[in-house]
């Protein structure tokens, strides 16, 4: 167990659609980074928030959102669900900002959440 | 930009044989490297990693060393397990924010 909760586990839904998805870090972690995983595509980083302000992004499209919140858990908002954006999304934390004597790489994961558009 | 290649395709064998997954990697600065394992319906986890060229990086049975010359990270393992059967991401990071960037994965499938 990492520590990292993430939901729903699964989620079907409707092209068009709008849907959530919940993560609450580990214990104390002040990061929290999103990433896509699709057979296609692999492992995508999303967008990074460190304590509750944005910190990094990457490959997250306009129609995808993402915040964290004071107590540090985080939501991905996706909307306008396309076909093309069923896949599985994790989420992780880690205790850093990123760089410096406190990086370590070492970034925790949830189980994710197995988005399908039908 | 920074990136990371692994060798295509899933990797069968018997257990007890030996494991190579190749992993190259392009960067502009000096990443750390790492190998982390996603066990079926399992969240990615470390397995291991290295910091500078020429550490070797170990856990769990498996080996990595950093090879700056080869701009390699290949991971090793003597004899594998049923239980080793999973999912291997090879991954990089600068540290300018934590932020890893991964291959595409190999599936891993030790028959007994």
């Known amino acids: 167990d990492s520590g990292v909760t993430q939901t729903p586990k699964h989620l079907i839904t409707a092209t068009g659609q709008r849907v959530t998805l919940r993560c609450s870090p580990r214990s104390g972690d002040l990061s929290v980074y999103w990433y896509q995983q699709s057979l296609d595509q692999g492992l995508q980083f999303l967008i990074q928030y460190y304590n509750g302000e944005e910190r990094a992004k990457g490959n997250i499209l306009e129609r995808f959102s993402a915040q964290q919140f004071p107590d540090l858990h985080s939501e991905l908002n996706l909307s306008s669900l396309e076909l093309g954006d069923s896949a599985l999304y994790f989420c992780?934390?880690?205790?850093?900002?990123?760089?410096?004597?406190?990086?370590?790489?070492?970034?925790?994961f949830g189980e994710g959440s197995r988005l399908t558009v039908l | 930009g920074d990136s990371v290649t692994q060798m295509e395709g899933p990797v069968t064998l018997s257990e007890e044989a030996f494991l190579t997954i190749n992993c190259t990697y392009t960067?502009?600065?000096?990443?750390?490297l790492f190998w982390y394992v996603q066990y079926p319906g399992e969240g990615l986890q470390l397995l291991l990693k290295?910091?500078?060229?020429?550490d070797k990086g170990s856990n769990k049975g498996f080996e990595a060393t950093y090879r700056k010359e080869t701009t390699s990270f290949h991971l090793e393992k003597g004899s594998v397990q049923v239980s080793d059967s999973a999912v291997y991401f090879c991954a990089l990071t600068l540290g300018g924010n934590n932020r890893l960037a991964f291959g595409k994965g190999n599936q891993v499938v030790v028959i007994p």
């Open positions: 960067a502009t600065g000096y990443p750390s």
């Open positions: 992780a934390s880690s205790a850093a900002k990123g760089g410096g004597l406190l990086s370590t790489g070492e970034l925790f």
């Open positions: 290295a910091t500078k060229a020429d």
